[in-house]
């Protein structure tokens, strides 16, 4: 099997626990996640599965849009409700008016320099933070530039405070609770985590692990699994005349004379000018990215599916 299964990851689950279940349900081992999810956190966790998993990199790094609720005047060594509590003040939380914690939310709108948090799967010297938090061991982190692209209040009921996040990779919605907590001096912590969607995939297209489970007995898992070239749909295209099959097939570049006319959009003298392009054999199975290097005159592989 190749493709894209969308998972609405459970509470309880790290992302690699859904890659360990997929792999007993679906009977294989090349399966990769495209962007960790916090265990306590559910909702869209694209899943690769076959020659698909070379996507993932490329998925990791697309935009993911939040529902969140952000609990003011608790801090956490996890910056969640799930860590230990390092210090309350609720008092001063339940002063706050809403104009206040309104105006402290968006001013993180745009882009902005986030610690990310000691209880996190990155890896410092070969170790992830979150093994050296266990230990006790607090490390130094260097800061990452995020975007925070939309921020919506959706709910206030202060101390806790709903809203919808859209940001770019890397962004962690504990730490952005956190510094608003600290913007406000009376802390903060992430309550509630919901991932509503991740790149172009959405929540009304992910599908529970029973409910994949399901499909797999009645042998109908193929009905909710996204091609691999899905994620490339909007790319202009091109099908390899059959001698020409073994170009691509061994990743090698290819010339004009080689794509079969009647299947290509736009003429293959318009594909000159296209950064990138879908490249399908005479059978209509899908082969990879291609793009054309003017100096050579020929396509390049890009990224091979194969």
Do not use: W
């Amino acid at each position: 099997m190749d493709g894209i299964i969308i998972v609405n990851k459970p509470a309880g689950f790290t992302s690699q626990d859904v890659v360990a279940k997929l792999r007993g349900i679906c009977k294989m081992k090349r399966i990769g996640h495209t962007g960790t999810l916090d265990p306590d956190a559910t909702g869209v966790l694209p899943v690769c599965l076959g020659k698909a998993c070379r996507l993932c990199d490329m998925l990791t790094d697309r935009d993911k849009e939040y529902i969140a609720e952000l609990l003011l005047g608790v801090e956490t060594d996890t910056l969640d409700m799930s860590g230990q509590i390092l210090r309350e003040d609720r008092e001063r939380a339940g002063k706050l008016t809403e104009d206040a914690v309104r105006t402290a939310i968006m001013s993180f709108v745009g882009e902005y320099d986030q610690t990310p948090p000691m209880y996190s799967a990155i890896k410092i010297n070969g170790k992830k933070l979150y093994e050296l938090a266990r230990e006790g061991i607090e490390v130094e982190r260097k800061k990452r530039r995020v975007s925070i692209k939309e921020l919506e209040i959706t709910d206030m009921d202060i101390p806790t405070v709903g809203f919808r996040v859209v940001c770019s990779k890397g962004t962690y919605i504990r730490s952005l609770c956190a510094d608003i907590g600290e913007k406000l001096e009376c802390g903060g912590s992430l309550k509630s985590l919901i991932r509503s969607r991740s790149g172009e995939f959405t929540l009304k297209e992910a599908h529970t692990l029973e409910e994949l489970q399901m499909l797999k007995d009645e042998e109908r898992l193929s009905e909710v699994m996204l091609p691999t070239d899905y994620v490339f749909k909007d790319l202009p295209l091109v099908h390899i005349k059959e001698p020409s099959e073994k170009l691509i097939n061994n990743g090698n570049p290819f010339s004009d004379r080689d794509i079969s006319e009647e299947i290509c959009e736009g003429g293959a003298l318009g594909l000159h000018n296209v950064k990138q392009l879908r490249v399908y054999r005479a059978d209509g199975s899908f082969a990879g990215i291609y793009g054309y290097d003017r100096e050579k005159r020929k396509y390049m592989p890009i990224r091979l599916f194969i």
